[in-house]
């Protein structure tokens, strides 16, 4: 089963919360603003860019009642970058391991 363990407290930027998290063996920034009861939506950054890049959407889209998370992709900004290629999938797997279904925007 795949964990995710926080490690670190978390520190606000621009409204958003930012922890680092040990997923499948790399650590990953991630940013989350809203409700975390709201219906998730996941942003998923290009190249070569961060988190940082969707703070004003992850504002509108918590404004309207959802719980936005964007990490920092493997390899980019706060989070590790891998000794492997990896595939698209990967990456999604790696940026989110819960329950509900995730809206995914990039």
Known sequence: SKTMVVESEFTHIDGCELRMYRVNGIRMRVATQGDKGGPLVLLLHGWPEIWY????????????????????????GGSD?????????????????????????G
């Open 53 to 76: 890049s969707w703070r004003y959407v992850m504002h509108e889209l918590a404004e309207a009642g959802y719980f936005v998370v964007a990490p920092d992709l493997r390899g980019f």
């Open 81 to 105: 970058s891998p000794k492997d290629q990896t595939s698209l999938a990967t990456v999604c797997r790696n940026s989110y391991s819960g329950n509900a279904r995730p809206l995914f925007l």
